[in-house]
């Protein structure tokens, strides 16, 4: 390698400075970043060269060694400017060289011009966002299904979509996937589900919402310290946002009461998740593997009679209540059954126990 310039170490220096710089403001590695802005210096180079392969970026983090040179072949008759050097001037770079070798031209990058020094910009600005994109993409994929908190930056006046900052992204909550009657506020903080991400043509975009089931899940998982290490499992979630949610969890060790072990001392963990709600009711319910049982348990706060299984239909049974439940039972605008239901995969008609009949729509 010939003998470097105090004045190309300097310029070295400065451009590691400012990739080290774009890796802390951007959170980019910065050997991405090197290999791509070395790229995209050859290639704004080569348009100068008659786009001939002869230019040459080597970098030396160690070093902050910056040096981009041209090679050429030595020859006695120069049939191609680009690639071809005479020897009486190849000897201005290296003295011993003879013809049939090749010659390193070191550059100023204020040789480049004005033409490849845009090139160049142009080309890493893309590799930069094109970098800032996979890094968002693959930080949403990470925590895809999971909890996260979002600070509110601004709601829309007109659609009520709330623009959220999560980590260095911003997202949008749509109205249509926040709580119900929820009012939000600049500057709060809330948890947001991760339902998904897509890749668009305009970024990554993660899918966020209030109201998806798995937010009632990954609270109790993150409130509740037997659900996180496996003692108490949550079978099933049934919600409907703002208003209502069914909760069934199962205990692995027969001394620990998994609906106790949710509902905390002094109902302090189940108050953190339903204040994490905006107030939404939880009902919390033991799993059982017998169908009967695990229906009665589900139909919360409502006590069940008896539950007796339809053999003529498939996953469709018949529960007597007193007669005084019967409102309970079915809740208002049938949302206690219907709750039931979907967290049993169970259709279920409710009658009272005086005998009359009331086929619910569940």
């Known amino acids: 390698m010939a003998r470097v310039s105090k004045k190309t170490i300097d310029q070295g220096r400065e451009f590691f400075e400012a990739i080290k710089l774009l890796e802390q403001e951007r959170g980019i590695p910065a050997d991405y970043l090197l290999e791509k802005v070395c790229a995209a210096i050859v290639t704004s180079v080569r348009k100068e060269y008659g786009g001939e392969d002869v230019v040459f970026v080597d ?43 090749y010659v390193e031209i070191p550059l100023d990058t204020k040789q480049f011009g004005r033409i490849a020094a845009t090139t160049a910009k142009n080309v890493i600005r893309g590799d930069i966002h094109d970098a800032e994109r996979n890094l968002m993409l693959r930080e949403f994929e990470s925590k895809q299904k999971e909890l996260v908190t979002g600070k509110v930056q601004s709601i829309d006046p007109q659609t009520g979509n709330a623009t959220l900052e ?89 001394n620990v009461d998994p609906v106790g072990a949710c509902i905390g001392p002094k109902g302090t963990r189940v108050g953190n998740i339903v204040e994490a709600l905006g107030g939404e009711k939880i009902d919390i319910v033991v799993y059982d593997e017998d169908p009967c049982k695990y229906i009665a348990a589900a139909l919360a706060p409502a ?21 005084t439940q019967l409102s309970l039972a079915i809740g208002n605008k049938g949302q206690n059954v219907r709750l039931a239901a979907r967290l049993t995969g169970w259709k279920i008609d409710i009658k009272p126990e005086s005998g009359f009949y009331i086929p619910q729509n569940s």
């Open 59 to 101: 970098c030396n983090t160690e070093e902050n060694l910056l040096r981009v040179y041209l090679k050429k072949l030595v020859v006695e008759e120069v049939e191609n400017n680009y690639t071809q050097i005479l020897q009486e001037e190849a000897k201005r770079y290296k003295r011993s060289v003879r013809v049939g070798d």
């Open 166 to 254: 999560i980590g260095k992204s911003v997202v949008v909550l749509p109205k249509s996937r926040q709580i119900p009657d929820e009012v939000l506020k600049e500057g709060q903080l809330i948890k947001v589900f991760i339902e998904g991400v897509k890749d668009t043509p305009k970024g990554p975009k993660a899918m966020i919402s209030r109201t998806h089931s798995g937010l009632v899940k990954r609270l109790f998982e993150t409130e509740v310290p037997e659900i996180y290490d496996g003692i108490v499992e949550i079978k099933n979630v049934s919600r409907e946002a703002g208003s209502r949610t069914k909760i069934a969890v199962f205990s692995k060790d027969e």
């Open 303 to 323: 006590d069940v009679l008896q539950v007796e299984i339809d053999e003529e239909k498939e996953n469709a049974c018949h529960v007597t209540v007193p007669d």
